[in-house]
């Protein structure tokens, strides 16, 4: 379990085989993510790729790289949540720990919502 | 982490405010033009994220009631307009725009229920209300489903589908399975849609329908076209469910077809010309096969079929073991009639009835009652045996013959009586044993083998005996034939090849020990005898039975010389005419000394039978007392070996007698040990129980006759081993 916490560690923020990019806070930072791995963890990543309907999706060309806007959160706070969906394991400073509770709530991962 | 920062925590942990008016307007108004877009199957200009996000707002803002009402208004005006739509579509179009139409609703819906997430999961169960999913399909049941132009015209059309293809017409099965699904996702927990929209009214026509068909197809058919046609509607029902029902109706369809095509019918079934019985009495194992799988899915069938199976097992048996059908007093044919039975049972049993242990269990049954009709049956079986054993199962294989024996033993273990069987088998097997012919010692080995399998250990221990007491006997007269010729005493007699059985009495069926006279060689031979087995076996006692001995004699008769094989009886009788020509029966007997009937058997068999040693002076079978004998000049065989062996070939009638008065007499032990044994242990019982008890210790043996139990109460309080309690009579006390 160990070791395979760690090989998937790396695939946190790595392009390799990503499928969605989100572009998060004002400055439109870029973060690599795998649908599946996050519907996995979250309800609502679940159902934002669940079906292909709508607008981020739909709009794709054929391969291109899904592409979600997230303005409203700290690039700091959603690599946090993005590697937390990774690894189920938290890491979390006093700092932070209102902004990802928020976005726990948000983004429908009870757990992490508990560990806060 | 530095504490300094502790300021800004404390800043956003404040409930997020009440949204003003205006603000909710703006979100709600965003949202409603969403789900106007979703339901114009526009989703794709809509972002996930913009939408789900106003939900969430408005759900934190404390406006999830205002939501949740407001969805459900817009999704019932929907659902309505569909069904406004819908219900204008003509029948030939009806049920695929109406399955269109459904699997539309449905995707927008679960599209729906993607971005409204954040209300089911914190407003709608924490309010413990329905989530959205569930709401859209209740709008679909209420608006869509039982709107008055839909609802039975939809049923109508689904049921009218089915009929047709029950009429072997083929419809679009796919449509189907898509619109019946339709009813079982409207239904939840609270609601089942689908059993009382649906499966009742669908059951319903399913049994008025199978009414109909069967009524008029049992008329005009045999019982055997009849279930074939009626598994294969069971069949066509099974794949109906697996293809367009749901599961749970499986159970409930099948049993209305069941109940309609074989309970309604079930007498007639069994008992019509061409029903069960006949179907077992013509050995129709296939139709029977069927008629017993059809039954046995229906409430009591299998006891029908068991009723009918046992009252035609009990009647054919009741036939089969009639004493007229014996001819010339020669069982087997009985026999081998009592095994064909058994074995149609079994064969029936293997290939029509599934080995079921129940109705084995019931066919065992009516075996245990036919056989045990006929009291001879023991009997009868026993002498079935020898005639094998004694051909040595003649013309079969190893593998016949055991099988052979394996369906005897089976109407073995069906006799009540088994100490009957008992008694007479030993009979038989002594008389084998002791007739001096050859015979096959595995053969005889194995049937013992496996009536003691049948009947256990002590149940053949004497037989086993008898084995034992032919083995030493061969030891002891190898001993016997040494000592004869070291001893000297050969000198002075004749030589004679003598052969001794020694047999251990209680071992072997006791016959009455009788005298006859030896004359003087013979009488040596058995005083050497007696002199040398004493010396060996100090204090037992030898009584001598002449009359199971054999003997081979030479004799001349006019030029040609032959070896004569008879009974020691018919040797003594002869071997009187070595010094007299002509002799009476009075003469013989008392010159012999041996009984009358059995001298009388012996004489018979030499001047009657095919085989004519001895004239006789008087015509006729019976022989008189002043009848003389002559030793028949004229007598030609073609063998020089002849063998006068009458006696012994059939059981007579006085032997019969014995063995059943000796069988009597161990019963009457046998209760009566087992009624001390009882008293014994219990000290005081009543009447009844003390018969219940015996009888219950002697089942396996034989099953004794209550009043013959009362019999041997009475003989053992006469013999004080018992006594009756004075104030109670029907209690008995034991006497120690």
Known sequence: ?116 | MSWENISIPVKILKPPKELEKPQVDRLWGLIRDAVEEIHQMNASSLSFEEIYWTCYSLVIGGKGDLLYERLIQIIGQHATKQADMISKISDEYFLVILNAKWQQFKLQHLMMQDIFMYLDQFYAKKKQKSPVFQLSMQQWREKVLLQENIKDRLLKMLLGLIHMERNSEVIDRVLMKSLIQMYLEVSNKELDFYTTEFEEKFLLTSARFYHVESQDFISSNTCGTYLKKVSLRLKEESFRVAHYLSKSTGPKLLKACEDENLKEHAKTLLSMESGCLEMIKRNKSDDLKLFYELFTRIEGGQDSIIEVLVDFVKAQGESVVKEETIKEKDPSDLISNVIGLRDRCEILLKKSFGNSPVLAKSINDACVYFINLNDRLPEYLCSYLDRKLRMAFKGMSEEETNLAMVRVLQIVRFLKNKDVFKKFYEHFLAKRLLSGRAISEELERLMISKIKQACGQQFTSKMEGMFLDMKLSNETIDGFKNYLSTSGSLEKLPSVDVNVRVLTQGFWPTLPAQKALLGEVLNSYCNIFTEYYLSAHNGRKLLWQYNIGTAEIQAQIGSRKYILVMSTYQLLALLLFNSTEKLSFKTILQSTQIPAYDLMRALQAMSLGKIKILKKSSRGKEINDDDIFTINRKFRSKLRRVKILAVLKSETEPERNRTREKIDEDRRLLIDAAIVRTMKARKVLMHNDLIIEVTKQLNSRFTPKTSLIKMRIENLIDRDYLERFENERRKYKYKA
């Open chain 1, 1 to 116: 379990m160990r070791q395979h916490n760690n090989l998937i560690k790396n695939f946190v923020n790595n392009k390799d085989m990503a499928d969605v990019v989100f572009l998060v806070g004002k400055e439109q930072t870029r973060f690599y993510g795998h649908k599946l791995i996050l519907s996995i963890t979250s309800l609502m990543f679940k159902g934002m790729f669940f079906t292909c309907q709508w607008k981020e999706i739909s709009h794709n060309k054929e391969d291109e790289i899904t592409k979600i806007r997230i303005p409203d959160v700290d690039p700091k706070v959603f690599l946090a949540v993005l590697s937390y969906c990774y690894q189920q394991k938290p890491k979390i400073t006093l700092d932070m720990v209102f902004d990802l509770y928020k976005i726990a709530d948000k983004y429908l991962i009870e757990k992490l919502k508990k560990v806060c």
